[in-house]
């Protein structure tokens, strides 16, 4: 397959005409200079990570786990020739459940396996050359400053395909606001509603408000309507992932009730039914739950939550098996 088979006919990503006028690449150094006491996410850990290691064990390299086309995420992001995933070692979060544990929380594994933004530039390329529809950035929060110079790199030796920013939701609104018309596609994740359940699940304060201001950002700079290419490959817009939790952990009705209220009910939704015990899962304290898959009422109770808030005609549901349904 030729080089940009996968690019949307008619479209440029707005990184393009940042780039034309020397904004991106100011962006990447602002980015950067906020690495000397790093703010990427709201940890705040103020470290200087030009000389050591945050929460997130992550220098000023990114640490890349894979990369290459992927035609496991919903349809609109994959579309007919797979999503280029850039997996980013290494999180923010700390989840018990999590599925990708073995690249998110086991930083001694990637010890020195750092790539330089050229290799990553060149990685991105690589995925337009191969057909991919666009380029997703899975995990990116606590690299942001290494990607946006690797797009920088990358875009001035051709590169347009859409960004996706594929993230848990733990994200700074003083970062984000630095991605305007970088990223062309936002798909947080909206993990809980109370934040009980994040600290006790996923080690983390704060999070419901933290995730819901950086979500707000998100819907601030492409708002609720999708542009769609004629294949049906999503171009620009914003996908909330919503995980349902065994138990009602996640607290998907309140999540839902706030996009709709807060935001706007076209805001587009994947309802997602996957959640399997994984990791620790099973020996997190007072959750026994968590040892088991949802059952029929649990889902059943997300679906009609979701059919009283969300109105998008795009919104993606997981079927009780798994499959898409």
């Not at 080089?3 to 440029?12: D, H, I, L, N």
């Not at 940890?43 to 290691?53: A, I, K, P, S, T």
């Not at 579309?79 to 998110?104: E, H, K, P, V």
Request: net charge neutral; aromatic share 6%; hydrophobic share 40%.
């Amino acid at each position: 397959m030729g080089r940009g088979a996968g690019k949307p006919p008619g479209f440029e990503p707005g990184y393009r005409s940042l780039l034309a006028t020397g904004e991106l690449q100011r962006r990447a150094a602002r980015l950067e200079a906020m690495l000397e006491r790093c703010e990427l996410c709201p940890r705040r850990c103020q470290v200087d990570r030009r000389r050591e290691l945050g929460c997130c064990f992550t220098g000023v390299e990114p640490i890349v786990a894979s990369w290459g086309p992927h035609t496991g995420e919903e349809a609109p992001i994959s579309g007919s020739n797979g999503s280029g995933t850039i997996f980013l070692a290494n999180c923010n979060l700390r989840c018990a459940f999590c599925q990708n544990a073995d690249i998110s929380q086991r930083p001694a594994d990637h010890i020195g396996h750092t790539s330089g933004a050229a290799d990553l530039a060149a990685a991105m390329l690589q995925l337009e050359a191969e057909g991919c529809h666009n380029l997703n950035w899975v995990s990116p929060t606590h690299q942001v400053p290494a990607l946006v110079r690797a797009l920088a790199l990358a875009a001035a030796n051709g590169l347009s395909l859409p960004i996706v920013y594929n993230t848990n939701g733990y994200d700074s609104v003083a970062v984000l606001e630095q991605l305007d018309g970088v990223v062309d596609i936002y798909m947080p994740d909206l993990k809980y509603s109370d934040e009980l359940a994040a600290q006790e699940l996923s080690g983390i304060a704060g999070y419901p408000a933290a995730a819901r201001s950086a979500i707000a950002e998100m819907f601030r700079q492409v708002g609720d309507s999708w542009d769609l290419a004629p294949d049906g490959a999503l171009r620009r817009g914003l996908l909330v992932r919503v995980l349902i939790l065994p138990g009602g952990l996640a607290g998907v009705a309140e999540t839902l009730r706030w996009l709709s209220e807060g935001l706007s009910p076209l805001v587009t939704v994947s309802l997602m039914s996957q959640y399997r015990p994984c990791h620790r899962a099973g020996r997190v304290a007072g959750h026994p739950e968590l040892r088991r898959t949802i059952n029929r009422d649990e889902h059943l109770g997300a679906r009609l939550a979701l059919e009283r808030f969300n109105k998008s005609p795009h919104t993606l549901v997981q079927g009780f098996s798994g499959l898409q349904a």
